[in-house]
Structures are given as structure tokens and as C-alpha cells.
């Protein structure tokens, strides 16, 4: 499993700037109406909708905004129409990226990524074409404040496939999907609460991009990420850590 690159921590820290806040909010809210609506409102019978539910925490998402969103999906109306879609392609530098969606007209997304990705200097491309180079994980991540030795100790004990930390001390934890939720709370547990977590796509391995490069691949992901029906972008670019720090 390839460390982790600093397109983690720059999502994270991005995350909590208001503007981008309200976006990320309207996206989640879709997500827990269609878990709900394909796995029933019962978070504790519902792993899907549970993890979309840590999701939303990690947001700092009100719970009753949560609770009426899963209220919705479960009563069989709202929500109904969308299905999620996934896009590949590559950007600048030649990094590869992954796209995830949630929409009720495929016509509309395909067009919208693949404008965003054109105007960047990437290119769309075809099913399959970058989806084997990520893998579906786990991803539990901490900042420098804590202890890093503990944490590995208490994740790998309980299932966690590889703890890796980057340049700057943060901590990222990976899992296997089904064991996702079992070993964010044992960490929970011991005190441990992580500043994100989620079910992602996981690059096998970075692809390195300087500042140059860098900053058009930000661009191209934000670009992605602005979209109303884009509910998550990866990429196997690997930022200088100036980048990481900016």
C-alpha cells in the first residue's frame, strides 16, 4: 500500500473553510438520502449508511440535518432518481483521477467533468482506464498531536492493514472497507478521534508532480470537486510538501 499523498490534508484543511463547508453539506446530504433509501434508516442494520453517517460527524454536520436527510431516504421519496457514477481520467504531470457521482442525469455530469478536465489540460477517459490503479480503503487520519506509536499499536492490533505518517507528522490509518468502522471506533475507544475519515480509493502508487504541475492538478481537483453532482475526487499526485504546508 502506497503512503498516503498530501491530497488528504490539503481536502482537510480545505474542508473547513464556510464557503466550501455548505458545498461539501449539500453533497453529504445526498449521500445519506440514497443509503438510507437503499439500506433502510436503521444506522446500527445499515453499514453503508453508517459510514456515510461518520462522514457527515467528520463534517461537522448538525445532527438534525443528518436525521431529516435520512428521514427522506428512508420514506421512499426524495432521492429516488439518482445513481452513482464514477469517471476516470488523467490530469497534469499525467497523475491519474478517479471521480465519484451521484446524480439523476448522466448526460448532465459526463459533459460537466469532462469540460472540467479539458479546460484544465487533462483528458476524460474510458471505464477501467485509471480505476485499477486505486484501491477502495479504509482512510482514518490524525494531525501531529498525537501519539503516532500508540495509535499503530491500538490499529493494527484491531485489523488496520498499514499505518503510514508523512513529512509534516500527520497520521493516516488505512483498513480494508469491512473493517472501517471497527477500528475507528477502537481508536475511538482509547481516545483516539480522528479529523477525517472515510471510504475512499486509495492510490497503489504516487505519481510525484512539481510545485508547477501541482497547482494546475489543485486546480483541475477543485474544479471537479465545485461540481453539485461530484461526491468524490482521488488522485495518485503526489504534492511537495511546500504544498501540504501552504
Known amino acids: 500500500m502506497a503512503g498516503h499523498s498530501k491530497w488528504s490534508n490539503i481536502k482537510h484543511r480545505k474542508a473547513g473553510q464556510d464557503a466550501k463547508r455548505s458545498k461539501i453539506f449539500t453533497k453529504i446530504i445526498r449521500e445519506l438520502t440514497v443509503a ?9 442494520d445499515n453499514p453503508g449508511l453508517r459510514t456515510v453517517v461518520e462522514k457527515a460527524k467528520a463534517a461537522q ?5 443528518m436525521e431529516r436527510a435520512i428521514t427522506r431516504g428512508a420514506g421512499g421519496g426524495e432521492g429516488l432518481e439518482l445513481v452513482a457514477l464514477t469517471y476516470e481520467g488523467y490530469g497534469p504531470g499525467g497523475v ?3 471521480v465519484e457521482t451521484m446524480t439523476d442525469n448522466r448526460n448532465r455530469t459526463v459533459s460537466e467533468v469532462r469540460h472540467v478536465f479539458t479546460k484544465a489540460g487533462g483528458n476524460l477517459g474510458t471505464d477501467g482506464s485509471v480505476a485499477y490503479l486505486f484501491d477502495k480503503r479504509g482512510q482514518i487520519g490524525f494531525g501531529s498531536d498525537v501519539d503516532g506509536d500508540e495509535i499503530m499499536d491500538i490499529a493494527i492490533d484491531v ?12 497520521i493516516e490509518v488505512i483498513t480494508m472497507p469491512k473493517d472501517f468502522l471497527g477500528v475507528k471506533d477502537a481508536l475511538a475507544d482509547k481516545g483516539f478521534e480522528p479529523r477525517s475519515a472515510e471510504v475512499s480509493m486509495v492510490p497503489q502508487t504516487l505519481n510525484d508532480v512539481d510545485v508547477d504541475a501541482g497547482e ?20 495518485n499526485a503526489n504534492f511537495p510538501q511546500e504544498m501540504g504546508d501552504a
Do not use: C, H, N, W
Open 61 to 65: 454536520m448538525p445532527k438534525d440535518t
Open 36 to 44: 438510507a433509501r437503499d439500506g433502510g434508516g436503521q444506522v446500527d
Open 96 to 98: 491519474a483521477i478517479f
Open 159 to 170: 485489523g488496520a492493514e498499514d499505518v503510514s505518517v508523512d513529512e509534516d507528522g500527520s
Open 216 to 235: 494546475k492538478v489543485l486546480r483541475l481537483l477543485d474544479a471537479l470537486e465545485d461540481l453539485d453532482d461530484v461526491t468524490g475526487v482521488y488522485t
